[in-house]
């Protein structure tokens, strides 16, 4: 009798549309980079290697906890890679590097891996990470002190600061264009807005991030901003100045939709995005913090559970139908 | 097959419509080895209703157990040559007969269905019809839970790439109106549907039947969203819902039934739609118990190490181990898959994408489910997690984007619970 054939056996479904986490973080890990090359063609060198040395460290972090936990190597998945260069972006480009690799540890660490890795992590890591040092190291986030040594060709003080101290008179001179193109201080990856919008616009046509979450934070923010502008127009910045600077446009395209910080259900996905915008704006306004981008999405990330609890009724079967 | 380009497109499943220039089905033949999978285990009192080298005649019952439970119909007389138990899905405990096949010459047929099926009854049918291809289910009229109001029938496959049902409908429409004809007197139901896809509503309308159009989009085919959808009124209407419910044929067992009744005779072919490895479909039309490799070799299909050979679907289906496994009266299709055609699965945790979640049909909140599930905490998972409500579509698992086994997790969960309740009150 001839050996008989050895038939792969598993469970149904036998067809899968092909989707990998692996490539989700590769195509966001790319989308990034419309905002980082213009980062690292306007602060040179030193952004360079802290974006490099933040996602090598970030691998090597996670490598780490996958040896210490004795889970399988997971650096595969571009996950820490992706990790390392959101972090980086919302740096300033002199950050020293120390300062990056204490805040990758922070990021993937205490961050991602005591909760169990990918998908366990209650808050997006790198917004963690960042949180911590701006109340730890805050000096290194004042970009106008960063970035004192560049000469540029257009005002070279960080824009949010500015409106904070001294109100809408004082940022009149930044028009929408410029800030759109990126010609203003900020992180690396954070100020181009033009690669931002275009790198998250393409993340959502390929549904690679949740738009109902990007739109409703910009939405969110926008409109209060909007209120705020209206309330005084003198104390509070536009809203289409809101939306330009800062985090604001980073956060709603790459923090705020982190996928394990966030809700599923498409309306807790609504309220989900339109807080975060509308904590930011508050933050910022009358808050101590210059950017309350990154203060928002810890906040709606703690209450993601309880949002996502809102979801469509369950059909209930009739009977069993065999 | 593949995820769309743009995301936020919802993948869109659609089931595979007849077409016009559908080949006729190919018969294979008469098999020299036949064999049955029963559902109950060998009788466990010692008393087994057949032993090796007894001689079974052609429609004759075969049971494991004597006291009753499953059967199945001999497709052809011959000769028990082994009675085996066989481990089936989720260590189901089976019985596997398997009859050496008399020469053509000398086959004989069981006469007791040709006597009663002059009196055709539910009884009758519940007795003689359960084993019939397309296997009919009469347990519903029996259920003194359930009152059943309307009966569907099924004029469409309930998986993707099978023509098998929608086959029937299209040619053989008058064999269904005389099935729909003895369901209506034996049950005294009067309310019979025709469930069919959109392609075939004006040759359904010959049934005698109402006629209901089904969305082309999987999983609008399977029985409780046709439930949900299409039969809302008719299960509601009249304010005493409660019990009410709906019992479902497919298209290929009323046709046989109406034949069984006919002519006395039981019909014992079942058509298959083989799925080739190149994606090729062909209707083929073998006698319930024909081993698999029978099929394999008139097509010339060859099979390696590591390939993957499913009965059923390509979302529901049962993959077997073995190219003897024989062709049973419910299995509507055959797909062959080269290994290099088999998805990789994956062990990691959830990430929590929320694809699975915005993709199913009854609204499970999976990302929960999974987790529960993964935990073990399967009570847990039906009271939070709505674990019962689903239908098993596969869909979840088919869009899951760490590639999560979704699906076996929750048969595993399902069965587990199911067998827990058995022990609970047997104890």
Redesign the interface.
Known sequence: MPE??????????????????FF?NYHILLATLLAVIPGLLKYGAPALSVVTLSIASAMIWELIMNYLTRRPISIGDGNAALLGMLFAMMLPATTPWWVVVVGTFFTIVVGKEIY?????NPFHPAVLATAILMLSWGSYFDFNEALVNYQFDFNPVYPLALAKSFGTGAVEGFNSLDLLLGRQVGGIGTSCMLGLIIGGGYL?????I??EIAVSFMVGMFVTAFCFHQANPEVYASGSFHLLTGYSLFGAFYLATE??S?????IPMLIYGALGGFLAVLIRNIGTHIDGVVFAILVINIVNPIIDKI?????????N?? | MKRSFFGFIKPKLTYEPITDSQPEPVYIQAPQKIRFLLDTPEASDGVPALSVGDQVKMGQRIRADADGGDYALASKAGKVTEIAPFIGMMQAKQTAVTVAVDAEASQTADDEFKEKSQNPSLDVARQFLQALPGKPDFSPFFNSDRLIKAIVILGLDRDLLSTTNQFFVKTGIESIKTGIDILRKITGIHNVMLAVPESLVQVAGASGAGVKTVDSEYPAAHPQLIVRHVMADEIKGGGDAGNADVAFFSAEAVSAMGAAFNTGQLPMNKLVTLISKSGNKRLVCATIGTPLKDILNRFNETIQDGDRIVFGGPMTGVAVYTTEHPIQPDTDTIMIQDRSQIPERQDVACINCGECVRVCPVNIPVNILVRLLAADQYEEAVSQAELDACIECGLCDYVCEARIPIFQYITLAKTTLERMKAEESNA
């Open positions: 008989p054939i050895k038939l792969t056996v598993s469970h149904a479904p036998f067809w899968h549309n092909g989707s990998q986490v989700k169990g890795g990918l998908g366990g959502m046509l390929r549904g690679y949740r738009w996928d394990s966030s809700p599923v259900n498409f979801r469509p009724k369950t059909l209930r079967k009739v009977a139908y065999a």
